[in-house]
Nanobody, 121 residues
Framework: QVQLVESGGGLVQAGGSLRLSCAASGSIFKIDGMGWYRQAPGKQRESVAV???????NYADSVKGRFIISRDNVKNTVYLQMNSLKPEDTAVYYC???????????????WGQGTQVTVSS
């Protein structure tokens, strides 16, 4: 079994910063892409940032220059450093990861349980 556990969400004032973490544990041979998504009330889940196993990144236009995604391949953890937060960043943030169980298996997409980020004006 594989689990993704997020942490680091909370309440912050506009202009502030938060750092989210997402640790993968369980039967893991290799982790390919990892990412952060968010879902605001009444809206669809959207991609925030993704990172490949080699460290290439891609960001949503709305967070470019403010958010930074990174990963620690030893700790099987992905991070999202969020700076200059705005009220419109308020959402539940989810991480995901493409995980391979063994060298013979394909990859499976796993999701974390989500962590609330609330930015007050």
């Amino acid at each position: 079994q594989v689990q993704l556990v997020e942490s680091g969400g909370g309440l912050v004032q506009a202009g502030g910063s938060l750092r989210l973490s997402c640790a993968a544990s369980g039967s893991i041979f290799k982790i390919d892409g990892m990412g952060w998504y968010r879902q605001a009330p009444g809206k669809q889940r959207e991609s925030v940032a993704v990172i490949t196993s080699s460290g290439s990144t891609n960001y949503a236009d709305s967070v470019k220059g403010r958010f930074i995604i990174s990963r620690d391949n030893v700790k099987n953890t992905v991070y999202l450093q969020m700076n200059s937060l705005k009220p419109e960043d308020t959402a539940v943030y989810y991480c995901n990861a493409w995980i391979q169980y063994s060298y013979q298996s394909g990859t499976t997409l796993f999701w974390g349980q989500g962590t609330q980020v609330t930015v007050s004006s």
